[in-house]
């Protein structure tokens, strides 16, 4: 039975992801709430909030086998309506948040011989959107940290990002909190609907396992091709 620490595992992607983890292997959640995590087998709860000092992090003696790293923010504004303190959010929980739980838990990952770290970033990274000026930067920086990491920690620690476009998570609620909103979301990308968490977390069940052992250091786009199609 392997062992995987999830951070934000208790909504959205990180849910679904503990919930497809947990059924084979024991999972560790930090998370500043534990709701959902009722009923489900192998799941153990820590309290945490990555917005915290490094040292506030709770201490975990297991090797670690996978890391996934999902707390986000989606902060949607135009230029002229975003303050530096909305910039530094967003760096503080997408980028500071995933170094500190990263060096926190480096040597329990390193025990583990063969290990991997899964990060999160945004189609709106590599494509450009409006509105999307503090949390492409903040994602932007995601990306940068995989790769280097991935160069720093091979070849026993495998560091990949998922690059999701919108999907039907509580995080997107706003975006998505009526069907004319929906429709439109849908309609934006090739394939004509938008993703779910379960389909994000079979990727991060992949790029944790042996079947991505030779895939370190990439940005893994799901995102029904709206990156990289246009349609006529």
């Known amino acids: 039975m392997s062992t995987y620490l999830i951070i934000g595992g208790t909504s959205g992607i990180g849910l679904a ?14 998370s500043r709430t534990n709701k959902n995590l009722d009923g489900l087998s192998n799941v153990e709860f820590h309290y945490a909030d990555v917005t915290k000092s490094i040292e506030e992090l709770p201490q ?6 996978g890391l996934v ?18 910039f530094q959010n967003d760096f503080e929980v997408n980028l500071l948040g995933a170094v500190k739980v990263i060096n926190k838990y480096f040597n329990n ?3 583990a ?3 991997s770290v899964v990060l999160f970033s945004t189609v709106a990274v590599q494509t450009g959107m409006p509105y999307h000026a503090s ?8 990306e940068g940290l995989t790769r280097t990491l991935a160069a720093e920690f091979a070849p026993n620690i495998r560091v990949n990002c998922i690059a999701p476009s919108i999907t039907n ?3 997107a609620e706003k975006l998505l909190n009526n069907e004319a909103k929906v429709k439109a979301s849908e309609d934006r990308h090739p394939l004509k609907r938008i993703g779910s968490a379960e389909e994000i977390a079979q990727a991060v069940e992949f790029l944790l396992s042996e079947k991505s052992g030779f895939i370190t250091g990439q940005i ?10 246009k349609l006529i």
Do not use: R
């Open 17 to 30: 992801t503990t919930k497809l983890l947990s059924k084979n292997n024991h999972v560790i959640v930090l």
């Open 60 to 65: 975990i003696n297991d090797s670690i086998d």
């Open 69 to 86: 790293y999902c707390p986000g923010t989606i902060n949607l504004k135009p230029l002229k309506s975003l303050k530096l303190e909305d």
């Open 109 to 111: 990952l390193k025990s």
């Open 113 to 115: 011989g063969k290990s």
């Open 135 to 142: 949390v492409a930067s903040s994602k932007g920086a995601v």
């Open 169 to 171: 998570t509580p995080l």
């Open 220 to 229: 893994i786009k799901i995102d029904g091709g709206i990156s990289s199609l």
